[in-house]
């Protein structure tokens, strides 16, 4: 059977997401994790994981979508607000790449990328790399990452291709009218992207897995999860690959205390009833397939 990667985002976030993904590695619901390496709360999360860290895998959630750089403002103005908060959109990164614009927005992407990574590496002996709202899909942003990880000399040891599978969803026609549009054309951008970045990808196609965590995003229950689970780990099966199944079990119950509370979107993000729901699925799917 191939191995489930049970993965929640965004720790380090603030501390009650923190607590509550601290609540599914309690329970053992969860083997992997990914580090916001910008949260002005990382050595205070760092720590409060700390008893965990045999059980859970800590990835690196390179970030250029929430909160503050890392970097000199100064040195990545595309990137930031006037106050040094990420207000560069991944449409724009993307439309940047493709205008004429590439080498400084790679340059200034690369520098914020070395910033993020070497904070992190106090935390972590390999590199795990994925991204906040999957940016690291963007063939510059990739770039720049495999770049700067490389500058450290330590061995990358996983990174997330987000090319979610779409034929289990396809199949299970009861569900069609659960998909979220939205989440659909996310699918079909990353599946695009992840194409483009298929040299880039090459060298680390083994140190990856097959993703699930898209298409059910906001809406990941236990009893979709359940449906869709073994035509997911089927596949990973035949690949010879885990299967990822990304997850966003911390939520808040205001957004004074988030890293960038103006960022809307992202308040949004963690308002939603869907953290709960989440949160929920990992609780009591831990123990039948963990």
Request: hydrophobic fraction near 40%.
């Given at each position: 059977?191939?191995?489930?990667?049970?993965?929640?985002?965004?720790?380090?976030?603030?501390?009650?997401?923190?607590?509550?993904?601290?609540?599914?590695?309690?329970?053992?619901?969860?083997?992997?994790?990914?580090?916001?390496?910008?949260?002005?709360?990382?050595?205070?999360?760092?720590?409060?994981?700390?008893?965990?860290?045999?059980s859970a895998a800590v990835s690196i959630h390179c970030n250029?979508?929430?909160?503050?750089?890392?970097?000199?403002?100064?040195?990545?103005?595309?990137?930031?607000?006037?106050?040094?908060?990420?207000?560069?959109?991944?449409?724009?990164?993307?439309?940047?790449?493709?205008?004429?614009?590439?080498?400084?927005?790679?340059?200034?992407?690369?520098?914020?990328?070395?910033?993020?990574?070497?904070?992190?590496?106090?935390?972590?002996?390999?590199?795990?790399?994925?991204?906040?709202?999957?940016?690291?899909?963007?063939?510059?942003?990739?770039?720049?990452?495999?770049?700067?990880?490389?500058?450290?000399?330590?061995?990358?040891?996983?990174?997330?291709?987000?090319?979610?599978?779409?034929?289990?969803?396809?199949?299970?026609?009861?569900?069609?009218?659960?998909?979220?549009?939205?989440?659909l054309v996310k699918n079909i951008v990353l599946n695009l992207?992840?194409?483009?970045?298929?040299?880039?990808?090459?060298?680390?196609?083994?140190?990856?897995?097959?993703?699930?965590?898209?298409?059910?995003?906001?809406?990941?229950?236990?009893?979709?999860?359940?449906?869709?689970?073994?035509?997911?780990?089927?596949?990973?099966?035949?690949?010879?690959?885990?299967?990822?199944?990304?997850?966003?079990?911390?939520?808040?119950?205001?957004?004074?205390?988030?890293?960038?509370?103006?960022?809307?979107?992202?308040?949004?993000f963690y308002l939603s009833d869907g953290r709960k729901t989440?949160?929920?699925?990992?609780?009591?799917?831990?123990?039948?397939?963990?």
């Amino acid at each position: 059977m191939a191995e489930i990667i049970f993965h929640a985002d965004d720790y380090g976030a603030n501390k009650e997401i923190s607590e509550h993904i601290l609540d599914c590695c309690r329970e053992g619901a969860l083997n992997s994790l990914s580090v916001l390496p910008n949260s002005p709360h990382l050595t205070a999360c760092m720590e409060m994981l700390e008893p965990y860290r045999k059980s859970a895998a800590v990835s690196i959630h390179c970030n250029l979508a929430e909160g503050p750089c890392l970097a000199d403002p100064a040195q990545v103005p595309w990137l930031v607000d006037e106050r040094g908060m990420f207000s560069i959109s991944f449409f724009k990164v993307l439309l940047l790449s493709f205008i004429g614009k590439r080498a400084e927005l790679k340059r200034q992407i690369k520098e914020e990328m070395r910033a993020q990574i070497v904070r992190m590496l106090p935390y972590v002996e390999s590199l795990r790399i994925d991204s906040h709202q999957h940016y690291h899909m963007i063939p510059v942003v990739l770039e720049s990452i495999l770049e700067a990880a490389e500058e450290t000399g330590r061995e990358i040891a996983f990174i997330r291709i987000p090319a979610e599978p779409v034929r289990p969803f396809l199949r299970r026609i009861s569900l069609y009218r659960t998909y979220r549009p939205i989440n659909l054309v996310k699918n079909i951008v990353l599946n695009l992207l992840s194409h483009m970045d298929r040299n880039l990808l090459k060298p680390y196609r083994n140190k990856s897995a097959v993703f699930f965590g898209i298409v059910l995003s906001g809406c990941m229950d236990l009893k979709r999860v359940e449906a869709l689970l073994p035509a997911f780990r089927k596949i990973a099966e035949r690949k010879g690959l885990p299967l990822e199944v990304l997850c966003h079990p911390g939520g808040v119950s205001s957004a004074a205390d988030l890293m960038d509370p103006k960022n809307q979107d992202c308040a949004a993000f963690y308002l939603s009833d869907g953290r709960k729901t989440e949160k929920t699925m990992l609780l009591k799917i831990s123990g039948r397939t963990l």
